[in-house]
């Protein structure tokens, strides 16, 4: 039995004047409670496509200058339609996988070695410094000259974008273990093993989930100035065609498409910090 | 009443910090020699800052002595062990485990059990320390009384020869205060424990303690030694008996000697005798 359950078996708690709507706003949100951010989110949306439209509409500059929301629809069909998109979005996704899958695996290894060994730490913090407050992208012309226009230039850049926000952030967690929690461990004669992994590695989870979220924001920066610069194939690409020759809508398209992305993988992470929080009481206002 | 002989015995224990900030040695604890019986209840209070929980910190093995002597069961004591469990000041529990989780902690840490073992153990401890029906629950769900019961209990769980309490109940309200002493010499009785209580609270170390002894201001001496004659099972109305408040002055004076401040501007302070 939760406590929820129990509180409403035993629904003394709950008040005298009013018990019943007491308990409705602690324990469960009615219907539209529970879908007011999804319907005002997308009455928000709607609100700001209408104003886009309207004023595209009124033509008071040209659709280069100024494309509608329409317009930009219509070029995203056209996008998928002529087919040259899927090379561009399979480059770029190739890029991002490689380039954030690395940043991830080792992001949270060096994260946690800097977090729990101190001296690797000291070893690191000038050099972890160093690059974080760099825009990695700067080391952009020197890893074409390293890796080429092909997507390694590219894997490289996103990989750094997204590397140190992971490790700082993961390093975070380790250290922001409460010190009350390793000293109950310690006291129960816990092994560092063990007390690694059952309390450092879990109490760091939200933090290591948020250094990947930032990640994501990196990486995709990674993604459209590397290609914007110099490439082949890629979204990134696509926009800067677009824009040289004034194809407005296209290039909004693909930003969207870009913008697109970045919100999914947030979302997944999000949930997946909301899921590995579920202990935390869910208190509405 | 009890056995006689020493489970645990201090021979001029001396605890020395190095304060890296002023670059010296700072003695919380110097020369405490005292003894708990096998079974007992000793409760140790003193003037805050005596080191009293660093000297319960030294029992547990989490500080190393710099001179004297600290046996259990004649054995020096080096290190934590699963002879004994310390139920904390602050609750110490890991937020996203269950009660049930949290409660299976400790023997989990100590590798002394099974999984299913500890399962059905650690349910009947919930039942001991009154939590059946919130094993599911999540300690940011319970109260603060309901976390320390919680604490009490992944202690208990790991059935060590002593339980080593630091002021468990100094973050309760009063009345929640009141009902886990009650609570605590229940499940003492039952379980027999050599039981070493550190608070700053002297009726409730009067209350619960079969001795209690006064430590000095920093660092930290026995000043004094309290034989408790009250009958047992004590009830909460023994803080009123007589005889409570004649220990309970008792105690009062000898820790209001220790402190640095003249009486007359304590009197405010001074509990109702």
């Known amino acids: 039995m939760s406590i929820k359950e129990a509180d409403r078996a035993n629904p003394v708690t709950a008040g005298e004047s009013d018990p019943t709507r ?14 007011e951010p999804v319907v005002i989110g997308t009455l928000s949306v709607m609100f700001v496509l209408t104003v886009w439209q309207l004023v595209a509409n009124a033509r008071i500059y040209s659709v280069l200058f100024l494309p509608g929301p329409w317009d930009v629809a219509q070029a995203m069909v056209k996008l998928f339609q002529q087919g040259d998109i899927w090379l ?56 074409i000259i390293w890796f080429g226009i092909d997507i390694q230039s590219k894997i490289a850049v996103i990989f750094l974008g997204a590397l140190f926000p992971i490790i700082i952030n993961t390093m975070a967690g380790v250290r922001n273990t409460e010190a009350a929690l390793l000293g109950v461990a310690r006291s129960f004669g816990a092994s560092d093993a063990l007390i690694f992994r059952r309390v450092v590695l879990p109490g760091s989870v939200p933090f290591i989930l948020t250094g990947f979220r930032l990640g994501v924001g990196h990486a995709l920066t990674g993604v459209v100035v590397g290609e914007l610069i110099a ?35 947030t979302t997944i992470l999000q949930r997946m910090e909301n899921r590995f929080q579920s202990w935390r009481p869910q208190i509405r206002r | 009443m009890y056995d006689r002989s020493a489970k645990l015995a201090a021979n001029g224990v001396v605890i020395e910090y190095w ?44 500080i190393p002595i710099a001179s004297g002597s600290l046996t259990l069961d004649g054995r020096e004591i080096s290190k934590p062990g699963p002879d004994r469990a310390m139920v904390f000041q602050q609750p ?49 769900e319970l109260s603060g009384g309901m976390q320390q019961r919680v604490n009490l209990a992944r202690a208990l769980l790991t059935d060590p020869e002593m339980l080593l309490l630091d002021e468990p109940f100094a973050s309760l309200d009063a009345q929640t205060r009141e009902m886990m002493q009650l609570e605590l010499l229940k499940i003492w009785s039952k379980t027999k ?27 930290g001496r026995v000043k004094k030694v309290v034989e408790i004659a009250l009958s047992r099972p004590r009830d909460l109305r023994v803080k009123r008996d007589p005889q409570f408040l004649t220990y309970e002055d008792e105690i009062w004076e000898s820790i209001q000697e220790e402190l640095a401040v003249p009486a007359e501007r304590l009197i405010a302070g001074m509990p109702a005798a």
């Not at chain 1, 007491?22 to 879908?35: A, D, F």
């Not at chain 1, 690409?237 to 040289?244: D, T």
């Not at chain 2, 996203?96 to 002394?112: D, P």
């Not at chain 2, 039981?195 to 303690?209: N, P, R, V």
Request: glycine share 10%; proline share 4%; aromatic share 10%.
């Open chain 2, 193 to 219: 424990k050599t039981a070493l209580f550190i608070t700053h609270d002297i009726k409730e170390a009067i209350y619960l303690a079969d001795r209690v002894i006064v430590f000095t201001r920093r660092p």
């Open chain 1, 88 to 143: 561009d979005m399979a480059t770029s996704g190739q890029e991002l996988a490689i380039g954030y899958g690395m940043a991830i695996i080792l992001g949270l290894v060096i994260g946690l070695l800097m977090g729990w060994y101190t001296r690797f730490q000291y070893a690191m913090d000038p050099i972890v410094n160093f690059f974080y407050s760099t825009p990695r992208i700067a080391l952009l012309p020197l890893f």
């Open chain 1, 231 to 265: 490439a082949r194939h890629g979204v990134g690409q696509l926009i800067a065609i677009a824009g040289q020759t004034f194809q407005t809508p296209k290039m909004l398209a693909a930003v969207i498409l870009i913008a697109g992305t970045g919100m999914v993988l």
């Open chain 2, 19 to 62: 304060m890296q900030r002023s670059r010296t040695l700072f003695t919380a604890v110097q020369g405490v020699d005292l003894v708990v019986r096998t079974g007992e209840f000793l409760a140790i209070v003193g003037p805050s800052g005596c080191g009293k929980t660093t000297f319960l910190n030294a029992v547990d093995g989490l």
């Open chain 1, 22 to 35: 007491e308990r409705r706003s602690l324990v469960k949100p009615s219907r539209i409670r529970q879908y």
């Open chain 2, 92 to 140: 110490g529990l890991l937020p996203w485990r269950t009660v049930l989780g949290n409660v299976m902690f400790g023997v989990e840490a100590q590798r002394s059990m099974g999984k299913q073992e500890a399962i059905s153990r650690a349910k009947q401890q919930i039942d001991l320390v009154g939590l059946s029906g919130f094993e599911d629950a999540y300690p940011l």
